[in-house]
């Protein structure tokens, strides 16, 4: 049979162009190895069913890969969404514990400065946890920024006006104070010539509690952390300040 007789008895209007050129092309690469256009039987057999539409010649088509690459990519952007979001997260908890303990140094450096001004009166500054919002500091009876004081009255002014500083009073939002420190416990203390001024405050995550000072650790699950046994302190964050008294 040669191709002639071949494309003529195929039908090509049942099948399609598409498997009518790829018989002519199969014929033309079997003549050119063969040297003659005749197919074996077997052959012949196939282009007639695919003639009647039983076979289908054309490659097979590849199904769901599409949707399984959508599936892949969103899987790779969600884990890095999520690696993003906590390297976010983690930087803001290392940026607010930052600015409270930027917080804690000025306002040890401000008392010191105070005492500094008033060298004759050391001892009147020394205070234990000052800072607790339920019991604070009374208020002087004499305002030493517009009369004159004695140098004892300046310090119980300054140590009443530092406290307002360590908890925040000149911010409020809502009726509650929003700056200064959270949660603050200040202490000073005097020994054998030297100054020591140690707050401590509470911290956003749990770490080590600072064994330096005990300012502020005496307050139950005060700074304590929610997975720890009670008075644990873990959530305690301390910044002590020390000088002498001959520098004043």
């Not at 399609?16 to 012949?44: D, I, P, Q, W």
């Not at 007639?48 to 490659?59: P, S, V």
């Not at 000025?106 to 001004?117: G, K, S």
Request: glycine share 10%; with cysteine; aromatic share 8%.
């Amino acid at each position: 049979m040669t191709t002639n007789s071949l494309l003529k008895n195929s039908q090509p209007a049942r099948y399609g162009v598409e498997n009518t050129l790829k018989m002519l092309m199969y014929c033309r690469v079997h003549s050119a190895f063969s040297g003659v256009f005749a197919l074996s039987r077997t052959r012949l057999r196939v282009f007639q069913q695919a003639a009647n539409g039983h076979i289908d010649l054309t490659y097979p088509r590849q199904k769901g890969v599409g949707l399984l690459e959508v599936l892949i990519a969103l899987l790779v952007f969600t884990t890095g969404m999520m690696g993003l979001l906590s390297t976010q997260l983690a930087g803001k908890k290392a940026g607010y514990e930052a600015t409270q303990r930027s917080v804690a140094t000025a306002l040890a450096r401000d008392i010191l400065e105070r005492m500094q001004a008033n060298p004759g009166q050391i001892a009147a500054y020394v205070v234990n946890n000052a800072g607790d919002q339920e019991n604070p500091l009374p208020m002087p009876a004499t305002n030493c920024e517009q009369t004159d004081c004695t140098p004892l009255q300046l310090a119980v002014f300054d140590l009443w006006q530092w406290e307002s500083l360590v908890m925040g009073v000149s911010e409020k939002q809502g009726g509650s104070n929003v700056g200064g420190l959270v949660s603050p416990r200040a202490c000073i203390f005097r020994e054998d010539g030297a100054v020591s001024v140690a707050i401590s405050w509470l911290g956003v995550t749990s770490a080590r509690d600072p064994a330096e000072s005990v300012c502020g650790s005496d307050f139950a699950g005060l700074y304590d952390a929610p997975d720890g046994a009670v008075g644990n302190n873990l959530r305690r964050r301390q910044m002590i300040m020390s000088t002498y008294a001959g520098v004043f």
